[in-house]
């Protein structure tokens, strides 16, 4: 199994030193498409998985989900957290096992979800349905200094509920000058890349997983795609995700490096538990 890089009271540890001068941000990736954000005190959690639920509810079918990388933190131990995302209904965006133990350490948290969702939100962590903060595909959100605009997510294909609400969303975060695109689990798709330029990204957060209908799962983009698609916004740099999680859905980051190099596309591969210190004003 794979050992994150810091785990638990190191990862604390490095989590909790003294931020950075220049009023910087941090990440860190906590391991299938979960990030940690530190900017300013302020500490956002994007789409944790952080438990073996999966393993578990999968252990007896044909379809198991053997984790490769071992936990990287209990949630439990992130009640400092004070924002954390959902960008889809599933497990491994909008785990109970993960938020539950979260939301009963901080009752001040902020859970911001697709608007689409909460009712299903509610029912799955059990919390009243006022609660969660609703957001939609082209809508945007202050929360605590930090603006979070929604943009539509296609897993397999951008779906609405009735009500034309995204069932499916990305987040764009900008603060302090910079933004953070964190694209939940999607494909691309026509006019993506043209929204997401006119956000300045700085950095972004893109699945390389791919697509493989043996998998019987919605798909992402693969490592290729992942690589073209931060060229085409201008993201100044891309970081992959969902991958060496689970056994029957991961992929190489290879492919995904190898297109960076030839686009010439800055990106950096973190391994879980690992910090990114963000990127300069000057960059």
């Known amino acids: 199994m794979i050992r994150p890089l810091q785990s638990h009271a ?33 500490h956002v959690l994007l789409d944790p998985y952080l438990s073996d639920s999966l393993t578990r509810k999968y252990s007896q079918t044909d379809k198991p989900h053997v984790r490769m990388t071992e936990l990287a933190v209990d949630p439990a131990e992130l009640s400092f957290v004070d924002i954390v995302t959902s960008s889809h209904n599933h497990t491994d965006h909008l785990d109970a096992e993960t938020l539950r133990p979260i939301l009963a350490g901080n009752r001040s948290l902020r859970l911001l ?20 903060v ?10 605590l200094g930090i603006r979070f605009s929604g943009i539509a997510a296609a897993h397999d294909e951008v779906e609405y509920d009735q009500e034309k609400h995204a069932r499916a969303l990305g987040y764009v975060l900008q603060f302090g000058g910079w933004a953070l695109y964190h694209s939940g689990d999607t494909l691309r798709y026509e006019g993506m890349a043209e929204r997401l330029r006119t956000l300045a990204v700085d950095v972004a957060l893109l699945p390389i997983n791919g697509r493989a209908p043996e998998r019987r799962v919605a798909g992402n983009l693969s490592g290729t795609e ?5 060229h085409d916004i201008g993201a100044k740099l891309v970081i992959p995700c969902h991958f060496d999680m689970f056994a029957f859905n991961t992929a190489s980051p290879d492919a995904f490096v190898e297109a960076c190099n030839r686009l010439r596309q800055p990106f950096r591969v973190l391994r879980c538990g690992e910090r990114f210190d963000g990127i300069k004003r000057s960059e």
Do not use: H, K, M, Y
């Open 226 to 230: 992942a690589a073209q698609l931060a």
């Open 113 to 132: 979800i697709p608007e689409a969702n909460r009712a299903f939100v509610a029912d799955r962590l059990n919390i009243a349905p006022v609660v969660p």
């Open 10 to 42: 190191a990862l604390l540890a490095d989590i909790r030193t003294a931020a950075p001068p220049d009023g910087g941000f941090r990440l860190w990736w906590l391991g299938q498409s979960g990030f940690l954000l530190q900017w300013q005190g302020v």
């Open 134 to 143: 609703g957001l939609d595909d082209g809508n945007t959100v202050e929360l």
